[in-house]
């Protein structure tokens, strides 16, 4: 298959399973205790569901080298691919080049992660100059804003809410936004939902 093709295809695949999804929930599953014990965090893996957080339509791997892992987590070099679940078809890939490590406050040294499908880079997600609650932008292949991403916030937007989806629970929710909505925080009204959860929660 030449690139278009296979890029059409996997949009197909991708159109497929989010046509009618409002909420994703991503499960890492951890796997090699052993190099975790040595100080090393191992590669990771994520099912991934949607809605009723019990339709898994798609798994994810990261892929990195060992010293990247070591030396570099959680800014190392990582390419993570993501497969429809039953059918081992790619839908995306996401890149993320090593960037100097991150602090609760970013000014500079700006994380970013291209999206591709079908090999054809169709945008990246940045960070945004922020102050403790992390802040990332969406941008289409031309550069352009097209949504807004972060967690749920509270006491005007300068602290994330920890209660947003019940206390004690270890889940991690992201929020998403219209890139051209100006009121984002204290329960903004949002377009779509992204839930990250431990294993041991799924």
């Known amino acids: 298959l030449n690139q278009t093709s296979k890029s059409k295809m996997d949009s197909q695949v991708m ?16 796997k090699g205790c052993l190099q975790e014990c040595l100080g090393c965090e191992h590669e990771d893996y994520f099912d ?13 791997k990261e892929d990195a080298g060992f010293c990247c892992r070591y030396f570099c987590s959680p800014n ?14 790619e839908m995306m890939s996401f890149h993320h080049p090593f960037m100097c490590c991150a602090s609760c406050c970013t000014c500079c040294c700006f994380q970013e992660m291209t999206m591709k499908m079908g090999g054809k880079d169709i945008g990246k997600m940045r960070d945004e100059a922020y102050c403790c609650v992390p802040r990332f932008t ?5 550069g352009e804003g097209v949504y807004k991403i ?37 329960g903004a009204e949002h377009v779509g939902e992204i839930m990250k959860k431990p294993r041991s929660l799924a």
């Open 150 to 186: 972060h967690q749920p916030t509270c006491v005007g937007g300068i602290c994330v809410n920890c209660c947003y989806d019940g206390l004690c629970n270890c889940k991690t929710a992201f929020q998403v936004f219209p890139h051209d909505q100006e009121d984002t925080d204290n």
């Open 76 to 89: 190392h070099e990582f390419t993570v691919n993501m497969k429809e679940e039953g059918t081992d078809a």
């Open 48 to 60: 991934i569901y949607k809605n009723d957080e019990k339709t898994k339509f798609a798994t994810a």
């Open 15 to 30: 159109e497929r399973q989010m046509n009618d999804t409002e909420k994703v929930v991503i499960v890492q599953k951890r």
């Open 138 to 142: 969406v941008e289409n292949e031309k």
